[in-house]
């Protein structure tokens, strides 16, 4: 029972990620990304009982890490400066299909079936309509999109190769974010604009931090390793519901029937997916 509120308090958190991104969308995507996985490293302290020593993650654990939490941070919130809001998080959404669709390239043993084929057209047909509904707003095809489609990419990569880490400790989980947030802090610097942050902007951030930055990924951890993550998995179904429902209250748009639709899709084909298992083989190990 406790895995399970912990998976459902880090999808709740999730859920806030982008509307929370919306509010700070003239913070360029490498800060916000950066002060947040600091903020969010600083969780890790009371986690691991304020022992340093098991802050420190292997190195194969902190390449992944990095990767995983800056890449995908990265291309969330250029993907969410750079088309409609709703839409481009519907694309990131398609997260959960490819773990199922990508799992033979990296867990031996795996394979697909027409089930899985299924499942990855629903999701790549809800995508697809998220993007044409989102032209009309914008008058054509937006580059952020791609970002929000390579956001997929990296967080279900992410996800598979995480499948061998299982014996990390959680806390770990506070290193390798402390040393995304530097890295992504010191890409800004070089690569982006200075920015002016206000004292409401500085609320935002220190709230993405302790929430979808920092403690999510606690409370996802901690489930996947107390519970069947077949089970956790697709608790994770929820989230683009819930993210969707808070960008419309937070930008004002109004939920169309090809939205509407387009997140149904999308929501079904990771229902679908979770449904097929192959035998000894748990692909949402993450």
Request: net charge positive.
């Given at each position: ?7 459902l308090?880090?999808v709740?958190?999730w859920?806030s990620l ?8 003239t913070?360029?995507?490498l800060?916000?990304t950066?002060i ?7 969780i890790?302290?009371?986690?691991s009982?304020?022992r340093?020593?098991r802050?420190i993650?292997?190195?194969r ?10 890449g995908y941070?990265?291309?969330l919130?250029?993907?969410?400066q750079?088309a409609p809001?709703?839409?481009?998080n519907?694309v990131n959404y ?7 669709l990508?799992a ?5 043993g795996?394979?697909l079936?027409?089930?899985?084929w ?11 309509l998220a993007i044409?509904s989102g032209?009309e707003?914008v008058?054509g095809f937006a580059?952020g ?5 390579i956001?997929?990419l990296?967080f279900s990569?992410?996800s598979l190769?995480s499948k ?8 770990a989980?506070?290193g390798y974010?402390f040393?995304?947030g530097?890295l992504s802090?010191?890409?800004h610097l070089?690569f ?5 942050i206000?004292?409401?902007q500085?609320l935002?951030?220190v709230?993405?931090?302790?929430g ?11 489930a996947?390793?107390h ?5 956790v998995?697709?608790i994770?179904f ?9 960008l419309l209250?937070v ?5 169309t029937?090809t939205?509407g639709?387009s ?5 079904l084909?990771?229902?679908f997916g979770?449904r097929?298992?192959n035998?000894?083989h748990?692909i949402?190990?993450?």
């Amino acid at each position: 029972m406790r895995s399970d509120l912990a998976a459902l308090a880090a999808v709740l958190l999730w859920g806030s990620l982008a509307s929370l991104a919306i509010l700070l969308d003239t913070v360029p995507p490498l800060l916000m990304t950066g002060i947040g996985l600091v903020v969010g490293s600083l969780i890790a302290l009371p986690v691991s009982g304020f022992r340093i020593r098991r802050l420190i993650p292997r190195k194969r654990v902190l390449l992944v890490g990095v990767y995983g939490l800056l890449g995908y941070h990265f291309a969330l919130f250029a993907g969410l400066q750079n088309a409609p809001s709703v839409q481009a998080n519907l694309v990131n959404y398609l997260w959960p299909i490819l773990v199922v669709l990508l799992a033979p390239l990296f867990i031996k043993g795996t394979s697909l079936t027409y089930k899985h084929w299924i499942a990855g057209i629903l999701g790549f047909s809800g995508a697809a309509l998220a993007i044409l509904s989102g032209t009309e707003l914008v008058g054509g095809f937006a580059v952020g999109y791609v970002y929000a489609g390579i956001a997929a990419l990296i967080f279900s990569s992410y996800s598979l190769m995480s499948k061998s880490l299982a014996d990390s400790p959680t806390a770990a989980v506070g290193g390798y974010s402390f040393v995304a947030g530097v890295l992504s802090i010191g890409a800004h610097l070089v690569f982006e604009p200075p920015a002016t942050i206000d004292s409401v902007q500085w609320l935002w951030l220190v709230l993405m931090g302790l929430g979808p930055l920092g403690g999510s990924f606690y409370l996802w951890d901690y489930a996947l390793k107390h519970a069947p993550a077949q089970r956790v998995g697709t608790i994770a179904f929820f989230t683009p519901l819930i993210s969707t429902i808070l960008l419309l209250a937070v930008t004002g748009q109004r939920l169309t029937l090809t939205l509407g639709l387009s997140a149904a899709l999308i929501l079904l084909a990771a229902v679908f997916g979770s449904r097929v298992n192959n035998k000894n083989h748990d692909i949402w190990r993450v």
